[in-house]
């Protein structure tokens, strides 16, 4: 089940703070964020597992949500640097109670201008 | 510098031809993943391995791709025989574990072209 991502696309300025949201509608067991460059690899950014933690790295924080089956990632005082396009994949619950495969959402495209 | 690397980085090639995508996923990881790329679809995960063995290919076209991991250090996908649809960058994948706890780290992609 691919989980949505929104919004599909954002304009920043150096400097300000975005929010990019990723919901499922299945019960998640995990989050995974990548972010990728035109023409280059996605590059991993964090891993958010149930239980409603939050992780951070440099400005870029992400929370998760099991309740709401949702997980956010917060830029904050974006750079040029974080331009791309950020990707979502998400693990669901099985009925097995095993997890499903990781699946992506279609990407939220950043641009940080100056 | 470990990195996942993918031959060829370009592939161009008429319907009908088979395709050969090889990957060198990073030493002492056990978990191989083939991901495809397109503007429609997204990124979708093929089929993947964990320690050679094949845990999921439920994303591949059964009837025209194949994917393998002959040793530790080499995993293929084939398509036989390709067609227009199969254009897209595909991206192999290599991580430690299980996909729940596994940073991906992804090679540069190749990216197809079927005319």
């Known amino acids: 089940q691919q989980p949505v991502q929104s919004p599909q696309a954002v304009i920043l300025r150096e400097g300000e703070d975005a929010v990019i949201n990723c919901s499922s509608s299945?019960?998640?067991?995990?989050v995974h964020w990548y972010r990728q460059k035109h023409g280059e690899a996605p590059i991993f950014l964090m891993i958010?597992?149930?239980?409603?933690e939050q992780k951070g790295h440099d400005k870029i924080s992400a929370s998760f949500n099991e309740k709401k089956q949702q997980s956010s990632l917060y830029l904050t005082a974006s750079q040029l640097s974080y331009s791309g396009t950020y990707f979502c994949?998400?693990?669901?619950?099985?009925?097995?109670?095993?997890?499903?495969?990781?699946?992506f959402g279609t990407g939220t495209r950043l641009q940080v201008t100056l | 510098d470990a990195r996942v690397t993918q031959t060829p980085r370009h592939k161009v090639t008429e319907m009908g031809q088979e395709v050969t995508m090889r990957c060198q996923p990073i030493?002492?990881?056990?978990?191989v993943f083939w991901y495809r790329q397109t503007m429609m679809q997204g990124l979708e995960l093929l089929a993947y391995?964990?320690?050679?063995?094949?845990?999921?290919d439920s994303g591949m076209p059964k009837d025209r791709f194949s994917a393998e991991m002959p040793d530790a250090t080499l995993a293929t996908l084939k398509i036989q025989p390709s067609e227009p649809r199969d254009s897209a960058v595909y991206f192999c994948?290599?991580?430690?574990?299980?996909?729940?706890?596994?940073?991906?780290?992804f090679g540069q992609g190749t990216r197809l072209t079927v005319v």
């Open positions: 994948a290599s991580g430690l574990g299980g996909t729940a706890h596994t940073e991906a780290f």
């Open positions: 391995f964990r320690n050679r063995a094949p845990l999921d």
């Open positions: 958010l597992l149930k239980g409603g």
């Open positions: 994949g998400t693990e669901n619950w099985l009925r097995t109670g095993t997890a499903s495969k990781l699946t």
């Open positions: 030493l002492g990881h056990n978990t």
């Open positions: 299945k019960a998640l067991y995990s």
